[in-house]
């Protein structure tokens, strides 16, 4: 089993809908990120939490400690959207180390 | 423009070679993370610099080794390529440590080992 566990693996909607993709783990962290990969292959960093919610633009993320399960939503999905996302943990014992789920395509169509 | 610039974008080599990977991280991080993206893998924590140290190992084989110049470019050494070395390879910055600043990534070099 995987640390770092992503549902669901792919995920095509419609222009419009609202987005959820789940991110589970099975170890400690410090922090969870989720990350946007292109079809080209750059990655952007959306966000970086290791407590609660955070917001920006259409895009929201939180993340429950207890559970060890953060999410990424997305409002008024649009085309633009499709890319693949990737969320992330990092190690609590005061390295760097990130460990990442293997990513959930999402595909918007219009 | 994540400021973060790798070169080279695209590299194909034989078995037995050996690579260099280029990474100039954006103005004023201090900090530069290597990752390796392969098809069956994933995306993987390879090595981490801070300011010309070595901060944290991953995953990273003894063929490969890594340094962080006083200029506070990286390179990623790859030596003795084996065909599951092809992958795309992302440096990464940030300010600090990662996990008190956002991580700014570079768009990748892909290496392919025929």
């Known amino acids: 089993k995987n640390e770092v566990e992503q549902s669901p693996q792919n995920l095509t909607a419609q222009e419009g809908e609202f987005i959820t993709i789940n991110c589970s783990y099975s170890v400690g962290i410090s922090a969870l990120h989720w990350l946007q990969q292109h079809p080209g292959g750059g990655i952007v960093s959306l966000f970086m939490l290791s407590s609660g919610k955070k917001k920006h633009g259409r895009l929201i993320a939180t993340i429950n400690i207890q559970e060890k399960h953060g999410s990424l939503h997305i409002t008024a999905s649009h085309p633009r959207d499709s890319a693949v996302y990737i969320c992330?943990?990092?190690?609590?014992?005061?390295?760097?180390?990130?460990?990442f789920g293997t990513g959930t395509r999402l595909t918007i169509i219009p | 423009d994540s400021g973060v610039t790798q070169t080279p974008k695209h590299l194909i080599t034989a078995t037995g070679q050996r690579v260099t990977l280029r990474c100039s991280p954006r103005s004023g991080d201090l900090s530069v993370y290597w990752y390796q993206q392969s098809l069956d893998q994933g995306l993987q924590f390879l090595i981490q610099y801070y300011n010309g140290e070595e901060r944290a190992k991953g995953n990273i084989l003894e063929r490969f080794s890594a340094q962080q110049f006083p200029d506070l470019h990286s390179e990623l050494n790859l030596s003795s390529l084996e065909l599951g070395d092809s992958a795309l390879y992302f440096c990464a910055s940030s300010l600090v440590g990662q996990g008190s600043s956002p991580l700014h990534f570079g768009n990748g070099t892909r290496l392919t080992v025929t």
């Open positions: 992330a943990v990092r190690s609590p014992f005061g390295n760097e180390k990130l460990t």
